[in-house]
């Protein structure tokens, strides 16, 4: 029964998935590698799903999209919901596609949860009360931002590492999820997640050193500014209010807070290369936690490093042809 089981594995095509932090070069990595095996790459960053948030996101170029098909950038409307859940499911319906003709997927990206979502798909959580959310954020408005994290820790122990106290959306979703169901977050994730099947999955992840990392990560942050985000966010601002939910992300919040007087711009580079630098810390914990990852000790744009991820998809493609 277990050959069986592994010969189907052998014939299911090669889904390549490039994760790694903020700045650690992963759309270089999948340029080259797409364009090596013909493949089509695939986003799974959360904020680049979203139209006319460009700058503070990094996405890649025209002249890089031009290279090889993207999927899911600029798909979503500034004023929408894009649920990890949903990801999952256009995710899905993407890499089906590429299938179909004989290409390569690549998904890239540094969302955790959305890429658990695509690879092992979501647990049946109950639904939204919006009711329950505006009282715990009023609440948290009073009593600080450990209020939540506080809350999480008593419902449930291991959500709550796995929570960054800061990130107040997470924190509500996951007490709304014990409270409403009576049970842990963390049991319900085991229960009814229905993973990806039909492909073989080979997971490469970049891991530069940290200082380095660090530097690139500042270098970009500031360039962020010079190119514009402060216009650019002024624009959105003008155009959708608070109703565009992306404006609260990494860049985008700290140009806001430029445009209101609470902060200089010196303050706000600052503030937003200690916050990349601090998401790419936790994009790091969570990686570290996916299952059997190649990793590669540089950055994706180096040629050795490409070289050797070049060399891992051959040699994944050559094992099941």
């Given at each position: 029964?277990?050959?069986?089981?592994?010969?189907?594995?052998?014939?299911?095509?090669?889904?390549?998935?490039i994760l790694g932090p903020t700045a650690s070069g992963k759309t270089?990595?999948?340029?080259?590698?797409?364009?090596?095996?013909?493949?089509?790459?695939?986003?799974?960053?959360?904020?680049?799903?979203?139209?006319?948030?460009?700058?503070?996101?990094?996405?890649?170029?025209?002249?890089?999209?031009?290279?090889?098909?993207?999927?899911?950038?600029?798909?979503?409307?500034?004023?929408?919901?894009?649920?990890?859940?949903?990801?999952?499911?256009?995710?899905?319906?993407?890499?089906?596609?590429?299938?179909?003709?004989?290409?390569?997927?690549?998904?890239?990206?540094?969302?955790?949860?959305?890429?658990?979502?695509?690879?092992?798909?979501?647990?049946?959580?109950?639904?939204?009360?919006?009711?329950?959310?505006?009282?715990?954020?009023?609440?948290?408005?009073?009593?600080?931002?450990?209020?939540?994290?506080?809350?999480?820790?008593?419902?449930?122990?291991?959500?709550?590492?796995?929570?960054?106290?800061?990130?107040?959306?997470?924190?509500?979703?996951?007490?709304?999820?014990?409270?409403?169901?009576?049970?842990?977050?963390?049991?319900?994730?085991?229960?009814?997640?229905?993973?990806?099947?039909?492909?073989?999955?080979?997971?490469?992840?970049?891991?530069?050193?940290?200082?380095?990392?660090?530097a690139r990560i500042n270098a970009r942050a500031a360039r962020m500014?010079?190119?514009?985000?402060?216009?650019?966010?002024?624009?959105?601002?003008?155009?959708?209010?608070?109703?565009?939910?992306?404006?609260?992300?990494?860049?985008?919040?700290?140009?806001?807070?430029?445009?209101?007087?609470?902060?200089?711009?010196?303050?706000?580079?600052?503030?937003?290369?200690?916050?990349?630098?601090?998401?790419?810390?936790?994009?790091?914990?969570?990686?570290?936690?996916e299952p059997e990852v190649r990793w590669l000790k540089g950055f994706?744009?180096?040629?050795?490093?490409?070289?050797?991820?070049?060399?891992?998809?051959?040699?994944?493609?050559?094992?099941?042809?």
């Open positions: 029964m277990g050959s069986a089981k592994s010969e189907i594995l052998k014939t299911d095509p090669l889904l390549v998935v270089a990595l999948s340029l080259a590698l797409a364009e090596r095996f013909g493949g089509e790459i695939v986003n799974c960053d959360s904020v680049a799903m979203y139209r006319e948030f460009d700058i503070g996101t990094a996405k890649p170029t025209a002249e890089e999209q031009a290279r090889v098909p993207h999927h899911l950038f600029d798909c979503a409307e500034p004023t929408a919901s894009m649920t990890a859940g949903e990801y999952a499911r256009l995710g899905r319906e993407t890499l089906s596609d590429i299938r179909s003709r004989g290409r390569l997927p690549i998904v890239v990206g540094g969302t955790g949860l959305y890429l658990r979502a695509l690879l092992e798909g979501l647990f049946p959580g109950p639904q939204r009360s919006e009711e329950l959310r505006e009282r715990l954020r009023e609440r948290a408005s009073l009593r600080g931002a450990d209020y939540l994290h506080r809350i999480l820790r008593r419902l449930d122990q291991a959500a709550a590492e796995r929570i960054h106290p800061n990130d107040a959306p997470k924190l509500i979703r996951a007490i709304e999820v014990c409270l409403a169901s009576r049970q842990k977050m963390t049991d319900l994730w085991q229960e009814g997640r229905e993973p990806l099947r039909g492909f073989r999955i080979l997971r490469v992840g970049l891991d530069p050193e940290r200082g380095a990392l660090y500014f010079e190119r514009g985000l402060i216009e650019e966010t002024r624009g959105l601002i003008e155009k959708y209010g608070i109703g565009a939910r992306p404006l609260e992300s990494l860049g985008y919040k700290q140009a806001g807070q430029l445009l209101r007087g609470e902060v200089t711009r010196e303050q706000a580079v600052q503030v937003a290369q200690q916050a990349h630098r601090h998401y790419a810390k936790r994009q790091m914990t969570w990686f570290r936690r994706g744009d180096e040629a050795a490093e490409q070289r050797e991820a070049e060399e891992w998809v051959g040699e994944a493609l050559e094992s099941g042809s």
